[in-house]
């Protein structure tokens, strides 16, 4: 067990500010090694944390937490955070059923200011808690926290340019680990940077500046020709050009694993009235060798041995991730007009071996989902056929350009959403909760779910004959089986259902992976009496009216099973169309409630909400009487 002596000193940052400064080295130490035991043992954000376990302590060190506001992007490297914010004990029960959230969480602490799952967030949100503070003529800081990763999101430059022309009190800082404009950490950057932040040459430059604006008729092109010259030389100098021109003060790089340095440096920063930019650099994973030699293969982990590392686990059941991308290159074998996209997430949506097989028609964007959507759209226009491979939640942000760039314009672009559903350990910022009530309502859009991974490649095939507009397919983080990589694709009938199950007067109609919760459901009552007719619903939008006019008259009840928001997914749907058609027979919709659902395994989580075979069981027998007898038939495929 980590010996944590200073670390057990501190409930919050009050007690941190009382150490003495030399005690930080060592308090990081300890930080770094109760962090690698605990998330160790029950999983977790891990090489995110690792990185930033020094800044972390400077900011709270140096900064009046929590009346001074300190803001992270994103929010899965603040698992440091959380511990000197009172959280050390109950780290052990993060990402897990009623413990906290592996991201910031405003209801969880008063130090967490703001709460995001998504990046590039955290300089546009700390922007307007600095303009309140003005505003309400308020005394306190405010810093933001982003990586470079986040600078590949049009966002972040959008609350830089709308920061800098500010003039506001303001400290952003940049988390950098891998960007190509850190050099590195020497003794001329160093020097540079310890002249700029004393208080002598910020006299000397403020008395400057001062002096030339009084010279008549000259002083302010003199100023402008004074700060050109400046930005000039730091531009030759430093990598903070587009900051300086961006309206900050630029500072950096700066070694962001010394602390007493990082200490040193907020305090001479803290107080500047005006935007300035921190530039730290880090080590993903530092402290671990393990994650530093691989950061992405130690970003989310699994419990492991901190001895031996992760180890290679054996082969399991193919999850719809491992069946995209299996099929996505099989389709492209055959299909050269085939180019794959996604934004920063290639290993989580299952593209990498796309990637390898075909890297010219690889595109990774970096996370800016809008850009992703706009650049295949300029490729459908030249007869290309991309694929977006993004997370349901993350495609949210894109929703604008879906439908001005891609839908208006008829363009036939397949977006495979993973993490469609309830995500489980990431909570409600990566739940795929809204996927079919957001797309459902776009003109030409068609929206489909595969039951598993054959169904999948199927989809996929089926997009591909599809030219007169965007096409959907939403699965989410769990297993596809049964799934045959080497199975021939086929082209479905666009919007046809499957009978996968007959019954007389029961329907279930069923989305996904909810189709074999149906089936074991409908077994179950069948032995009590019911007559269940299950249907694999795998278009969401265009509906299967023949099927709808053919069989709802006739039933005693519909129920709709789907993993997404009941207020406008599938089950609206449905219902819309009995309205429309006058059809009387009782639908009832079985989804995810209008609330955002909290974190815990996908399972305990399907389970709370009653979407599995047990829930819909007890659905059907809370609103329908059973017959006296039984009646069971054989399950019976019946593919149009």
């Not at 959907?472 to 694709?489: G, H, Q």
């Not at 007559?531 to 265009?542: D, G, L, S, T």
């Not at 058609?581 to 399972?603: E, K, M, N, W, Y």
């Amino acid at each position: 067990m980590a010996q944590t002596r200073l670390l057990d000193s501190i409930q919050v940052p009050k007690d941190l500010r009382a150490l003495p400064e030399e005690d930080l080295p060592r308090l990081c130490g300890e930080l770094r090694d109760h962090l690698i035991e605990v998330v160790s043992g029950i999983g977790g954000h891990f090489s995110s944390s690792l990185g930033v376990v020094e800044l972390t302590v400077a900011l709270h060190y140096v900064l009046n937490t929590p009346r001074d506001l300190l803001v992270w992007d994103v929010g899965h490297q603040a698992y440091i955070h959380k511990i000197l914010t009172g959280r050390k004990e109950a780290l052990k029960t993060i990402r897990r059923l009623g413990g906290i959230s592996g991201f910031l969480k405003r209801t969880e602490s008063e130090y967490d200011v703001y709460g995001a799952g998504h990046a590039s967030t955290a300089l546009s949100a700390a922007y307007g808690m600095a303009v309140a503070r003005d505003l309400k003529g308020e005394q306190f800081r405010v810093a933001a926290v982003f990586g470079d990763g986040a600078l590949t999101g049009g966002l972040c430059y959008e609350a830089l340019n709308n920061a800098g022309a500010s003039h506001r009190r303001f400290l952003a800082i940049l988390n950098d680990n891998q960007m190509s404009i850190s050099p590195n950490v020497g003794a001329i950057y160093r020097y540079l940077n310890n002249f700029a932040q004393t208080p002598l040459y910020q006299a000397f430059r403020r008395r400057i500046k001062d002096g030339l604006e009084r010279i008549p008729r000259y002083g302010k092109p003199m100023t402008h020709l004074a700060r050109r010259l400046e930005e000039g030389a730091k531009a030759t100098l430093t990598p903070g050009a587009i900051f300086e021109a961006l309206g900050f003060d630029y500072y950096g790089p700066l070694d962001g694993h010394n602390v007493l340095e990082l200490v040193k440096v907020l305090r001479n920063l803290k107080d500047l009235d005006r935007p300035v930019l921190l530039h730290v650099l880090t080590t993903k994973g530092k402290g671990y060798g393990p994650a530093e030699e691989s950061p992405e293969g130690y970003h989310g982990v699994k419990p492991f041995s901190p001895e031996e590392g992760i180890q290679a686990s054996a082969p399991g059941k193919p999850m719809f991730q491992d069946a995209f991308g299996a099929s996505l290159v099989q389709l492209a074998r055959r299909d050269p007009r085939m180019v794959g996209i996604t934004a920063a997430m290639p290993t989580g949506t299952g593209i990498v071996p796309f990637s390898l097989e075909f890297p010219e028609r690889f595109f990774d964007v970096g996370i800016a989902e809008e850009h992703a959507t706009i650049f295949a759209a300029g490729l459908a226009t030249q007869g290309l056929r991309p694929v977006c491979a993004i997370y349901s939640t993350f495609l949210q942000r894109a929703y604008d350009q879906i439908v001005h760039d891609v839908a208006l314009q008829h363009l036939p672009v397949l977006f495979c959403m993973d993490r469609a559903g309830l995500a489980g350990e990431d909570g409600p910022t990566h739940h795929g909760a809204f996927d079919m009530a957001y797309l459902r309502p776009i003109p030409g859009m068609v929206v489909s779910a595969p039951r598993d991974g054959n169904e999948l490649r199927n989809l996929m095939a089926t997009a591909l004959t599809y030219n007169d507009g965007p096409f959907a397919i939403r699965y989410p983080k769990a297993p596809a089986v049964p799934f045959d990589p080497e199975a021939e694709p086929r082209v479905l009938p666009l919007g046809q259902w499957e009978i996968v199950r007959e019954g007389e007067d029961l329907i279930l109609l069923a989305v996904g992976p909810m189709v074999q919760e149906a089936l074991v459901a409908a077994d179950a009552l069948a032995a009590e009496g019911y007559h269940v007719e299950v249907v694999n619903c795998r278009f969401i939008k265009p509906l299967d009216e023949e099927y709808l006019a053919h069989r709802m008259p006739t039933a005693r009840m519909v129920l709709t099973v789907e993993e997404g928001i009941a207020s406008g997914g599938f089950g609206s749907a449905v219902m819309e169309w009995k309205e429309a058609h006058g059809v009387s027979s009782p639908v009832a919709v079985l989804a995810i409630p209008d609330q955002f659902v909290t974190h815990g395994s996908r399972g305990e989580l399907l389970k709370s909400i009653g979407l599995t075979s047990e829930g819909i069981a007890e659905a059907v027998r809370s609103r329908v009487t059973r017959r006296s007898a039984p009646h069971r038939k054989i399950r019976k495929a019946v593919v149009g």
